[in-house]
């Protein structure tokens, strides 16, 4: 199971999101810090959940974070987040 395919399972379990979309875009950070051969260090994460109703911007985020601590812990470099309103 690749890194890609885990992110998209934790969040499903702990979020049941109604949109979700991640990729891995390491490769736009080949050389960069954390980058390393192989890639799946950098991801990007577009998402929507009825569980951010009435969340800041910041919860919403902490909630996502929290959903993928294991990968954040095992070489899951940069995530960048994008809540989307539902």
């Given amino acids: ?8 399972s934790l969040l499903q379990s702990a979020l ?3 949109f979700l ?3 891995d ?3 736009q950070h080949h050389g960069h810090a954390g980058w390393r051969e192989g890639g799946e260090t ?3 994460v577009d998402i929507a959940s009825a569980l951010f109703d009435g969340q800041t911007r ?5 909630m996502v974070n929290d959903a993928l601590a294991s990968e954040l812990n095992s070489g899951l470099h ?3 987040i994008k809540i989307i309103k539902s």
């Fill in 42 to 44: 950098h991801f990007e």
């Fill in 78 to 80: 940069a995530l960048q």
């Fill in 21 to 23: 979309a991640v990729r």
């Fill in 1 to 8: 199971m690749t890194r890609q395919d885990r992110i998209t």
């Fill in 58 to 62: 910041v919860a919403a985020h902490r």
């Fill in 16 to 18: 049941s999101p109604s």
């Fill in 25 to 27: 875009v390491s490769h």
